[in-house]
């Protein structure tokens, strides 16, 4: 089980950016259970949807001592790192479209936490939005959360920005897209001009005068995408508390997608 959740080549990624385990000199304390042993019971939670107190006894370690090791690399950074290491693998192989990249967003319920807000497309109810870019292909390059009221528009320039400098086949790392499609959320000039002044292409619909699906040849690609998500079923409703946790476990279903190119 441990094997087929993380293989070896994935393992050799997460092992270049685990931070190392708290030294004991005093000794005594309980066994800690290897890094690849929790990291296969954090990826399964992520993909079946379960509770940490679901957890099966065959991984090892138990729900608690799971849940706390996800805490620990969550507050690291680990999941951050760990996707751009991805994308750093992929864009040395050449496997990123820079060419034309997609944003959009999702909406989830959430139960309680921070970045949580008034679902304006479910009758109110309290909820969560995840926020994407993609490249041509579908793979993700940044994310984002946010309370499911925060309008589409307001998280295009945070989206932009958090994209990681990657590594390409060949010359300097890159970061910008050469254009940019977006659906009518985003149909705002200062966020056109905010794109121009960078150098990227827009292709945004109008409001009033063009169809969303006019784009659809383009943006099919981050409805897939959001499918993919989707398949991490923890991700089908909000239950953490805090903003950083889920987060984390959206970060690892991208670093799964974008995994599963890197092993084609």
């Not at 920005?161 to 940019?180: D, E, M």
Request: hydrophobic share 35%; net charge positive.
């Amino acid at each position: 089980m441990v094997e087929r959740l993380v293989p070896d080549e994935l393992w050799e990624l997460f092992e270049r950016v685990v931070p190392p385990a708290p030294s004991r000199p005093q000794g005594g304390g309980r066994r800690r259970y290897g890094d690849r042993e929790v990291l296969a019971a954090i990826i399964f939670v992520t993909t079946s949807g379960c509770a940490w107190r679901q957890l099966p006894p065959s991984f090892g370690p138990s729900g608690p001592t799971a849940h706390r090791r996800f805490s620990e690399w969550s507050k690291a950074r680990v999941w951050a790192k760990l996707h751009r290491l991805v994308l750093d693998e992929l864009g040395a192989r050449g496997e990123l479209d820079w060419s034309r990249c997609a944003i959009d967003s999702v909406n989830m319920r959430a139960l309680k936490g921070d970045l949580t807000g008034p679902n304006p497309v479910d009758r109110g109810k309290k909820g969560s939005k995840i926020h994407l870019i993609t490249e041509r292909t579908g793979l993700p390059l940044s994310i984002g959360i946010s309370g499911a009221n925060l309008h589409d528009s307001q998280a295009l320039e945070p989206l932009v920005r958090g994209i990681p400098p990657i590594r390409s086949r060949r010359g300097p790392r890159r970061r910008r897209p050469a254009k940019l499609h977006a659906d009518k959320g985003y149909d705002y000039n200062h966020l056109r001009r905010w794109l121009s002044k960078r150098g990227i292409r827009h292709r945004i619909a109008r409001k009033g005068i063009e169809s969303s699906t006019r784009l659809g040849r383009h943006r099919w690609t981050i409805e897939r995408t959001m499918a993919w998500l989707a398949g991490s079923r923890r991700l089908h409703r909000r239950y953490e508390r805090k903003a950083e946790h889920f987060l984390a476990f959206t970060s690892i279903a991208c670093t799964l997608i974008c995994y599963r190119r890197l092993t084609k």
